[in-house]
């Protein structure tokens, strides 16, 4: 976030000075303009959050690939050592039946491996795709802070234009729109 933390807060002290004026319609702007600060620092806050979280699902999937690909690696070692066993069991000789004991031990770890591969996979793709929900969410609260931001900068014209309304009722669609995206983030 490039902006200063308390940039929001001075838009709210600014607005609180234009209020000083005593004409209610400046007063009612310098409100818009706090309330639009407040509701920007909050979505602002909450897009920071949902980049952190979609970093660290990639990177928890990322090292949950790197364990199913160790346990791939195992697995196969089991599965060479099953068949050596396997064809020194086949072979007739005092250690034959031991060949084949070896030979069915290492085929029950090669399951187990087998699956534990699988559910790592799987949980590593699982990760992938909430970190995708984080990304998308983050794009939209990043559209949405901007149209807060915007808002907050067109009704400060209404304040130095002295009474014009339309750059309030502008801010006023905009901060609704900005508003209606933050939510959208997270029912949509």
Known sequence: MSESPVEHFEHSEHAGHASLLGDPFLTQVSITIAILAVIAATVGSLETLET?????DKNAAVLL????TDTWNFYQAKSIKKNLYAIA???PGPA???????AERHGEDEQELFAKGQALEHQSEEKLIDSERHENRHHILTVAVTLLHVAI???????IVRGQRWPWYAALALGVLGSIGAAYAYIG
């Open 65 to 68: 690939q790197n364990k199913a």
């Open 153 to 159: 900068a067109i009704a400060t014209i209404a304040i």
């Open 52 to 56: 952190a979280d979609a970093i660290g």
């Open 96 to 102: 034959a039946e031991d060949f084949k004991k070896q």
């Open 89 to 91: 069991a086949a072979n």
